[in-house]
C-alpha cells in the first residue's frame, strides 16, 4: 500500500510512505512500480525507519519506508533531507512566506523579549521602539504561522510579562506590568485566532527577582491559539495522575458517558469510574528552570512543552518553531517522536541547536 503523507513540508521533500512486507514481490519491485505510479523521480531515495537504506538489505519483517528527495527552497540551498529535522536561518516571516499551506502540524515558540535582549539584526523582534509595533510585528509572524499549520492546528506561545522602563515605549508608566501575554492574546484573537486556554508556567526554582516592594515573579503564560474553534488534541496523550483517590462516582455526577476524565461505566450499572490512564492535563504546569549550557540565554526547558507537543501533533507529525534560539521544541519534539522545522534569524543559534539535536538524535537510536 502505498499513500502520499499529507502533512509533509513539501518545500523541503516529499515522501511517500509504503507499508512493508510485499508479499510476492521484492521489496525493489515493489518500489519500481510504486515509483512509476506515483511518479516519484528516479533520483529518490529509500529511507527505512528514517535511515537511508540498501535495496538488498532491506528486511521483509516490517519497517516504514520513505521515498526522500530533495527538492531546494525556492531560490536557496538544498535542505538537510535525511534527518528528521531542518533549520531555517532568517526573518521569520520571510522563511515561512515560503512554506506551503497547511505544512505543518503545530507550532510551538516562545517570542523575542521586548526591548530586553539586543542580538544586532535589523530585522530582530523585540527591539521595536513602541510595545505597539512589537505586537504588530508578532501578530505579522503568527498570522503566517496560522497560514502554515493544518486546519486544526494548534500555536503555542510561551510569553512572559514584563515591567514598563519608560511611558514612551510602553505606554503605561515606567514600573507598571505590561501585561505583554495578554495584549498578544487580544491581538491575536481581533487577527481571527482562537483563544483556547491560558496555560500558567508556575517555576519554583525560579531566582528571585529582587523585588522589595510586590511578590517575586515566578510564572510565565503559555498561550493556546488554535486556528479553528475545532481544534485537534490528543487528550490520551496528556493525562496526568489523579491528585485524590479517584472514586467511584454515581452516574449522574456527569452529564455526558463521554466525559473525559471517566474510563469506564457498566451499562445497566449506576457507576462510572475513572479513567486508568488519569485526567486531562489541567493548566498550571509546575516545571523547575532548567540549566541550558550553550550560549543562548533565553531558553525553556523542553520538558515544560512536551504536552503541547504530544497533544497536536501526531507521531512523525510535525512541528514548527519560528523563533527556534536553541531549539529547545527541536528537542521535545524528537525525544516524542515527531519532526522538527525551526526557524532562527542567526546562524550561531541554528549551528548550536543543530549540534543539540543530532546529539539528541544519537541518545535516542
Ligand atoms: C526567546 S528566544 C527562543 C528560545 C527558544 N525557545 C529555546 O528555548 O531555545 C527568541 C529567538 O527569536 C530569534 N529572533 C528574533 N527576531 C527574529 C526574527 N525576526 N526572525 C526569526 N527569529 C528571530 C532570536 O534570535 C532568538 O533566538
Redesign the pocket.
Known sequence: MIMKTPNVLSVTYWMYEAVLPCYDISVKECYEGCRQMMGIPPEAQPYLNGHLCDWNHIPLSGGRLEFVVPCGRKGGEPLPHNTPFSLFT????DVLSQFDDGSVDCCV?????FNLRR?G?L????KEETLAEYIQNLVR?FREVKRVIRDDGTCWI?IGDQYSRSLKSAGVLKGNLMQLPDRLAMALVADGWNYRQENIWDKPNRHPDGARCRPSSCTEKILMMTKSSKNYYDIDSVRVPYVTNPRVKKRSDYSTYDHPEIGSNSIGSKLVYPHPDGKNIRNVWRVNVGHYAGS?K???PPELIEPCIRCSAPRNGIVL?????????GVAALNNGRRYVG????EE?NKE?ERRLRDVLRGLI
Open positions: 532568517g526573518d521569520s516571516l515558540t516562545s517570542p523575542p523579549y542580538y539584526n530585522q530582530e523582534i523585540g509572524v510561551v543562548h533565553a531558553t525553556f518553531d519560528c523563533f527556534s534560539g536553541a531549539a529547545s521544541t526557524i532562527d534569524l542567526y543559534y541547536a
